[in-house]
């Protein structure tokens, strides 16, 4: 394989652009050693090395700060080519004087976001895979997402073991093709051998698809739905549960039309939260209409729905307005209410105006979803795109075993050919050009 040549070299402020202690410049390409010699005034730098400097602009001479520089010699960097590291003082003046230093010297410009994740890839310093977790680790905002994005990485090397063993199964058939005619092998021998070949790739594989959903909702949000009448606290409950006020609480009915939505970290875990216009079948005005069924669209789909009242005695009146198994039903105002709270079918007795209740609400939401999607191990697959190439490839491999092919030893093996090429595709290995950007688009600037 060959290996791609940048010619352009890419800087970029690595880390945000604020007033802060330290700010990292990084730039990678054939330029850089330039760099250091004409900011730095470091001639043929060692690799891993770590300089400290006054900083100079190459066209004025003036010191800009002092800093440290580091030198990574290519292919031994991130992305594979020669890499220079810039750590300076994090004033906005000092980023903007070192930006205009680095911008004027020749052949160097600004990279593009995800440039240079871009460069690992193309210099295999990084599959799409490890790309994907790369950019997960870097959006994590809650600690499931952090472990899934770390484990989220190994998924490239799984995929790896799965085409070597569906290789080894093609292998196989190749065999036969090529001499069945001489030996008289019969077909179902060859497909007893490709089975029990691949017979612990195909649990895997289902064992992995399992976990998707799980892993999808890692990234993206658990939803939890706060549902339920006009006036029943609703509001107060999303305000209280966020900690903050992304609603409007207003003691008059039928104020929120629209979804309010919120994501907020539960006991490590990701949450949308989504605060639903009250759910009336009374109305006819349109835009409440539309939030009814935007609500109960959000409701029915939701990983949790929070259904809250605010008298007993509409439990019956309220269940069976949103269909979805996994409703939390939740009674408020009991400050208001003497007595007889806990009653069958009531989960939760709470009141947001005293806070009685809400920590056992809390954690009750987040039990309810850690035993239903976050049992022992992070999932291994987080992405649609994933999911896709990695089904694509079980049906493909299924295809390939069915009873009534095995006859067909080239069909057979196109089958099993075409599930290589989509486990190939998860790890970039196959693949176009635009797909990349997409993926690589998605980086923030310096990375
Ligand atoms: P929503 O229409 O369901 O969103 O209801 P709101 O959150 O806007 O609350 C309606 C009214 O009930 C407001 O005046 C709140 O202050 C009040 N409220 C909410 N929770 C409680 C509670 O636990 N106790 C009492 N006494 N009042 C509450
Ligand atoms: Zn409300």
Same mark, same amino acid.
């Given at each position: 394989t060959i290996q791609r040549r940048f010619r352009s070299t890419i800087f970029a402020l690595? %880390? +945000?652009?604020? !007033? &802060? +202690?330290v700010a990292v410049f990084r730039v990678s390409g054939p330029e850089a050693a330039r760099v250091m010699s004409l900011i730095?005034?470091?001639?043929?730098p060692e690799h891993r090395r770590a300089y400290v400097r006054r900083l100079?602009?190459? $066209?004025?001479? !003036?010191?800009i700060d002092s800093g440290v520089m580091l030198w990574f010699k290519g292919p031994s960097s991130f992305t594979g080519e020669d890499v220079c590291e810039l750590q300076c003082h994090g004033s906005i003046a000092v980023i903007k004087t070192l930006s205009s230093a680095l911008a004027s010297i020749d052949g160097l410009r600004m990279a593009e976001p995800g440039e240079f994740a871009k460069r690992a890839f193309h210099n295999r310093k990084l599959d799409l895979s490890d790309a994907e977790s790369l950019a997960d680790l870097i959006d994590a905002e809650t600690e499931s997402q952090l472990d899934q994005a770390i484990r989220g990485s190994q998924l490239s090397g799984v995929c790896n073991q799965w085409m070597s063993q569906i290789k080894e199964a093609m292998a196989n058939f190749e065999a036969y093709i090529d001499f069945s005619e001489d030996q008289d092998i019969p077909a179902e021998e060859v497909v007893k051998n490709v089975r029990s070949t691949l017979r612990n790739t195909l649990l895997e594989i289902r064992l992995a698809l399992q976990s998707a959903p799980r892993g999808h909702a890692i990234r993206t949000g658990f939803r939890v739905a706060i549902t339920g =009448?006009?006036? $029943?606290?609703k509001s107060t409950l999303m305000n209280i549960l966020s900690q903050q006020e992304t609603s409007i609480v207003s003691p &008059? +009915? *039928? @104020? %929120?039309?629209d979804l309010v939505k919120t994501t907020l970290d539960l006991g490590g875990l990701p949450i949308v939260l989504c605060d639903t216009a *009250?759910? =009336?079948?009374? @109305?006819?005005?349109a835009v409440e209409l539309e939030g009814i069924t935007r609500a109960k669209d959000f409701a029915e789909n939701a990983h949790i729905n929070v259904s809250v009242i605010d008298?007993? +005695?509409s439990l019956a009146r309220d269940r069976g307005e949103v269909a979805n198994e996994d409703t939390i039903v939740v009674l408020n105002k009991i400050d208001l209410l003497?007595?007889? @709270? =806990?009653?069958? *079918?009531?989960d939760y007795a709470v009141s947001c105006? @005293?806070?009685?209740g809400i920590a056992e609400l809390t954690d009750g939401i987040i039990s309810r979803l850690r035993s239903k999607y976050a049992p022992d191990a992070p999932p291994l697959i987080v992405r649609e795109r994933q999911q896709e190439l990695i089904q694509s490839a079980l049906e493909n491999i299924e295809m390939c075993l069915a009873d009534e092919l095995c006859a067909d030893a080239v069909i057979s093996a196109e089958f099993l050919r075409r599930a290589a090429m989509d486990l190939g595709r998860i790890t970039g290995r196959v693949e176009t050009e635009d797909i990349l950007d997409i993926i690589f688009s998605r980086f923030c600037i310096g990375k």
């Open positions: 690595s %880390t +945000a652009y604020v !007033k &802060s +202690a730095g005034n470091i001639e043929s100079r602009h190459p $066209v004025t001479s !003036k010191i =009448r006009p006036n $029943v606290g &008059s +009915a *039928g @104020t %929120t039309r *009250g759910i =009336r079948s009374d @109305t006819d005005d008298d007993p +005695a003497r007595g007889c @709270t =806990r009653q069958p *079918g009531i105006a @005293t806070g009685a």
